[in-house]
């Protein structure tokens, strides 16, 4: 028999009695294999696929090299990876995170910043801001991302409305297509008024936060004002993007998962009482994580840790499905785990034009790449390129690692920096199925 080569991005996985393999630099690819007598049902890992390949019949061999999971020359893993990076296509989209204020009116427990009498966005942010992307259409963008963050951007709807509107409106003269976001608690949502504003100025997606049944989530995510319900409003604020959103719209409900939250008590109290509200409306997708503390005022020991965060994510979007919920696409795909900050066409706009990478870790001097310039020059320094690399996998641990091109070595820039070395996902590939070797 010929001798054969397996593409360095097969995978080969067991799952509820089946083997799976597939190629994690295509998207399009999944053999699943069920019959035991089938000679690939005895591989144990992926290494083992090469050792059977004899034993397959004629047809199933030549499915193999037709879909290029094997093939009689070596494979050019650079160029695989090259290819697979290329489909971000940097030079056509422009990723734009601003901040338009620092303040918010929750304090949750595990936010990293302060809350109160924090800068806020004025006239001249803006116009630098409209200059930035007008540079950026010249320069031939087809599509913009712009996402507004927080700080709770809903407490300054009244200009941040007006000027999504504006970009949104230059992006339109122009045949750039607008896809604008916004991560908010949600409370000031249940004002129709607010949310209609923010959906008329072109706001299509929304994350919105609900951490649990409304006795964990008030602890968590408490309002400012003692007498304002947190959760209550949220709640309402979501009703309210539900009502009046459109077929288009899609809002994302993110909870982080603690030791708490998992109880299955907590846990059925929280997916009962969204899928009273949300069954069914597939505007609506559930985003499960695991909490983790990013610098606030968390307590460490209601943290899920080590394994037990795999298999406790696992149960819990599991039990989101059940309950008729929709479970946000996982990011086990191609590209799916490279981070924005890591992306060269991606770039952070805080209160003052101060550029950053990171949209999460504002405070280390490390994120602070630049400053934005009244005509929407983006004056950068040399910390850029720490989050930037190279766009090819450095010759590091991922040089034989199969899950490469969902990450790329960029799932996490900051942690990679700070650690020296790439830090790796925690990579899910599909509802059911974990990569349990992440490497080699
Ligand atoms: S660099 Fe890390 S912390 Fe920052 S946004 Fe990306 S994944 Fe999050
Ligand atoms: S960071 Fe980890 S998962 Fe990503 S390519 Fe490198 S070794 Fe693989």
């Not at 994580?289 to 965060?309: C, P, Q, T, Y």
């Not at 020059?377 to 910390?383: A, G, I, K, S, V």
């Amino acid at each position: 028999m010929e001798k054969f080569y397996l593409n360095p991005f097969a995978l080969l996985q067991t799952a509820n009695d089946k083997k799976v393999l597939f190629l994690t630099n295509r998207d399009d690819l999944y053999f699943e294999i069920e019959d035991s007598n089938h000679p690939l049902f005895r591989a144990e890992n992926t290494g083992d696929i090469l050792g059977l390949i004899p034993e397959l019949e004629d047809a199933d061999r030549q499915a193999l090299i037709d879909e290029g999971v094997i093939a009689l020359t070596r494979f050019e893993r650079k160029q695989l990876l090259e290819d697979c990076y290329q489909k971000l296509n940097l030079t056509e989209t422009f990723r734009l995170m601003i901040f338009p204020t620092l303040n918010c009116n929750n304090a949750c427990s595990y936010c990293y910043q302060e809350h109160e009498n924090q800068p806020r966005m004025e006239l001249f942010d803006y116009n630098a801001i409209r200059a930035l992307v007008a540079k950026k259409i010249d320069q031939g963008i087809k599509v913009l991302f712009f996402n507004i963050m927080g700080g709770e951007g809903t407490l300054v709807c009244r200009d941040l409305a007006k000027h999504i509107q504006d970009i949104r409106e230059l992006c339109e003269e122009s045949k750039v297509e607008f896809i604008c976001s916004m991560t908010t608690n949600g409370r000031l949502l249940r004002k129709e008024q607010i949310a209609r504003s923010l959906l008329d100025a072109g706001v299509k997606s929304f994350q919105i936060t609900v951490d649990g049944p409304a006795h964990i989530h008030n602890r968590c995510r408490p309002a400012i004002d003692p007498q304002a319900d947190s959760y209550d409003e949220t709640l309402k604020g979501l009703l309210t993007l539900k009502k009046i959103g459109s077929q288009d719209l899609v809002c994302t409900i993110r909870c982080n998962h603690t030791l708490e939250t998992v109880v299955e008590e907590n846990l059925e109290e929280h997916l009962k009482s969204m899928a009273g509200h949300f069954s069914g409306d597939e505007r609506f997708v559930f985003y499960n994580v695991m909490a983790a503390d990013l610098g606030g005022e968390i307590d460490g020991s209601i943290l899920v840790k080590g394994s037990e965060r795999r298999k406790k994510l696992q149960e819990v979007n599991q039990k989101t499905v059940d309950m008729g919920l929709t479970l946000k696409q996982d990011t086990g795909l191609p590209n799916g785990r490279v981070c924005y900050a890591a992306m060269e066409n991606s770039i952070v706009v805080m209160p003052g034009l101060k550029l950053k990478k990171c949209s999460v870790e504002l405070n280390d001097p490390i994120n602070d790449v630049g400053t934005l310039l009244d005509d929407g020059t983006l004056q950068l320094n040399d910390n850029l390129k720490k989050w930037i690399g190279e766009n090819d996998v450095p010759d590091n641990k991922c040089t034989n690692c199969r899950v490469a091109p969902i990450c790329h070595g960029k799932a996490c820039p900051y942690k990679s920096i700070i650690k020296g070395e790439p830090v790796c996902p925690d990579v899910k590939l599909d509802g059911k199925f974990m990569i349990r070797n992440l490497s080699k």
